[in-house]
């Protein structure tokens, strides 16, 4: 891939993220999804083509512009070798060679690969080719050293007038790596060692200077002279995660042990790994702050939880290798294919390691997080740090198939299980003994434990449906306890409806800008041939996740006070019903108090209120059942019309009466008798008397 179209690529993926964060922050950005009228899309045109356009663009750059890179290159070869016999490989290189001619790892790797089976033939052929390039430009540096490599590879004669490199310009890897075949074969290891380390500077020369290295350290030093060269920065960035952390364990370089994990987390992506994984932390982030209406005062102490959260994960490495030690001594057998280390090792290692920013932070600042969703908030804020820092691994890694599922999708899950175990601790705190305490924490961090491991150890074991009945449960929890913890927060904003049904839009349309973005990211890592392969791959489970997200976090209705039971038929239908079986959108207002005021420019009542009004009961007024019956704590004299009493219900639909300085239609009863005797109502009966407002007495 050449610098230049990486860079414009990134450049691009770039503006086009801002695009879709300028239409978002737009005054006007949530009017454009309201076109139910010509009007309405006359009038947002402007933001309906924008949108159009940045939604077109990642498929419109992937498939028409793209460079199939080298990455391409070699997953489309593991994918031939898992595919096809030996003999059919033997045509994918030679029809390598014609898609990637100006690409030397390709070149290198059709000469590694025909050397070591011995078929000289095709080498010949190559080599012939050089020589010929060679003689129409004999200043051509890049066919000299892919000849000297040639030659140092497999001693052949077509390759042999580039046995002696020389070349001016010592910076290429390619060079580098061609002097360091060279040397190995002199027998000059130190110097040979020398080009190679600076050949592995090169991320994509490493697959072939590293191997070589490793041979040659094993044939020609000691153990300890190759323990030295784990502590080199250049072999460090090399070497394999397992091999130097063995290392480090057994000299005990702590320091080391931490730097590999910490490189392994934040710094095996490159920037384009970065730019997708942000995103879809961001989305998931204004997801939570909006649907848990979080005050923005916490924002710095939530930032600060997020980054902690991002950075302990390296825990998880010290916990399983001392499970590791253990598993020795007591000569348990244990891998990811077993569910026992699926649920010890990943759920309960990575639920505790998620577990201690967040609780930490909670025995700081005990006083700032004191209201139910607060113990959503500190779990779900610290899972989404530890999947920033998982998922940087994930998006660098050549299985691009999954990238969707385990950098936004996963997510999920991690959230699941960590509020979990926050809303058991909350529910924990509001028990009276010490056992009750004890008992709803433990038991919470093993429902969670259970249900993260279980989700891995079916994945590992490709059973795919068991895996999204997992994550439907886990899900399903998870909205069940944000909407039982919003319901005890004593949130009364008049405008939450409308702020959840915004955050449910907000994931909708986030979800799939993060599938856009992780698509391009591909194409321009992977070309179109990947990119296409990973839409392939995610669309039906990415669909299925994001319709089954959306639809049930829309069902979250904040009910003041009321606690809903889990039942296992909601997560496949009907959602959250009420022990005698009545649906959990009637709240029962009977006996609650409200005040009512007026502007005083309400002729009607403005002068006489604010007063006290306690309801009585529910009526229902033209088959709306949503009327209450309230009587005032002092008269109010409209007209000839029953001063102690009236009848009230929200102007908005999207509003209701327990939530703050919501406007309400009020109206007076002008006969009381005649009221008390009817059994049906028409709003006719009674008499409206302007703008009201409702506050609800606490």
């Given amino acids: 891939m050449s610098s230049f179209y990486y860079n414009i690529s990134i450049t691009l993926l770039v503006l086009w993220i801002g695009g879709w964060l300028y239409l978002y922050f737009r005054k006007d950005a949530k009017k454009y999804f309201k076109l139910n009228t010509k009007e309405a899309i006359v009038k947002n045109k402007f933001s309906i083509i924008s949108a159009v356009l940045l939604f077109s663009f990642p498929f419109v750059w992937i498939n028409f512009v793209s460079d199939e890179g080298v990455r391409n290159y070699k997953k489309i070869k593991s994918e031939f070798v898992e595919s096809y016999s030996e003999g059919r490989i033997l045509g994918f290189y030679d029809y390598a060679l014609q898609a990637y001619p100006n690409n030397e790892y390709v070149h290198i790797d059709y000469i590694q690969y025909y050397n070591k089976w011995r078929l000289v033939s095709g080498l010949g052929r190559l080599g012939v080719e050089y020589q010929e390039q060679l003689r129409l430009n004999p200043e051509s540096d890049w066919y000299k050293e892919l000849q000297s490599i040639g030659y140092s590879i497999t001693g052949l004669e077509e390759f042999k007038d580039g046995e002696f490199l020389e070349v001016n310009d010592t910076t290429t890897s390619l060079y580098q790596y061609a002097k360091g075949l060279e040397e190995d074969r002199l027998g000059n290891y130190y110097t040979a060692e020398f080009h190679y380390l600076e050949a592995l500077k090169d991320s994509e020369m490493r697959d072939f200077a590293y191997p070589r290295l490793e041979y040659m350290w094993y044939h020609n030093f000691t153990y300890e002279e190759t323990k030295d060269r784990a502590y080199s920065w250049n072999v460090f960035k090399a070497m394999s995660f397992g091999q130097k952390k063995a290392i480090y364990i057994d000299d005990g370089a702590w320091g080391w042990y931490i730097l590999n994990a910490l490189d ?48 302990l994960p390296i825990l998880v490495y010290a916990f399983s290798d001392l499970l590791r030690f253990l598993y020795l001594d007591l000569g348990i057998k244990w891998d990811k294919y077993d569910f026992w280390y699926d649920f010890i090792n990943i759920g309960m290692v990575e639920e505790l390691v998620k577990f201690l920013p967040w609780f930490g932070i909670y025995l700081i600042y005990r006083k700032r997080f004191t209201k139910p969703v607060h113990f959503m908030l500190m779990p779900i804020v610290s899972a989404i740090g530890f999947a920033f820092s998982e998922n940087l691994i994930y998006v660098n890694s050549e299985d691009y198939e999954i990238i969707f599922t385990r950098s936004s999708i996963c997510i999920a899950i991690h959230m699941s299980c960590s509020a979990i175990i926050g809303y058991s601790l909350y529910r924990g705190l509001n028990q009276k003994s010490r056992l009750g305490k004890s008992l709803y924490v433990l038991g919470g961090f093993l429902l969670a434990s259970l249900i993260h491991g279980l989700y891995d150890y079916f994945i590992f074991t490709h059973k795919s449906m068991l895996t999204i009945l997992v994550f439907l449960i886990g899900l399903h929890l998870f909205i069940l306890f944000v909407n039982n913890a919003l319901n005890f927060s004593n949130i009364r904003d008049n405008k939450a409806t409308r702020k959840l049904r915004d955050a449910g839009l907000l994931l909708t349309v986030g979800l799939v800008l993060v599938f856009c973005c992780q698509y391009m990211v591909i194409g321009i890592e992977f070309g179109s041939h990947g990119a296409n392969n990973m839409l392939k791959a995610n669309l039906l489970f990415a669909g299925i996740a994001l319709v089954y997200l959306v639809s049930m976090f829309r069902k979250i209705r904040i009910r003041p006070n009321v606690l809903y039971q889990f039942s296992v038929k909601d997560v496949f239908g009907q959602f959250f019903t009420l022990k005698d079986g009545t649906s959990y959108d009637v709240i029962t207002h009977d006996g609650m108090q409200f005040k009512l005021f007026a502007p ?32 005032f704590d002092k008269p109010i004299t409209v007209g000839s019309c029953y001063p102690h009493k009236a009848v009230m219900k929200c102007k908005n639909t999207d509003q209701e009466l327990y939530m703050d300085k919501v406007e309400v239609i009020l109206l007076f009863i002008p006969d009381i008798d005649a009221f008390e005797y009817r059994t049906e109502h028409h709003s006719g009966d009674f008499k409206y008397v302007g703008r009201v407002y409702s506050r609800p007495v606490v």
Avoid at 275 to 287: H, P
Avoid at 610 to 621: L, N
């Fill in 264 to 311: 392994r987390d934040f710094l095996s992506a490159d920037l384009l790994g970065y730019i997708a994984v942000i995103l879809s932390v961001l989305v998931w982030g204004l997801f939570i702050f909006k649907m848990l209406f979080i005050h923005k005062d916490k924002l710095y102490l939530i930032f600060s939880l997020f980054v902690l959260g991002s950075l």
């Fill in 600 to 631: 005083k420019t309400n002729l009607f009542v403005g002068s006489q209120m604010p007063v006290i009004a306690t309801v009585e009961k529910h009526i229902e007024i033209q088959n709306d059942a949503n009327w209450v019956l309230v009587q």
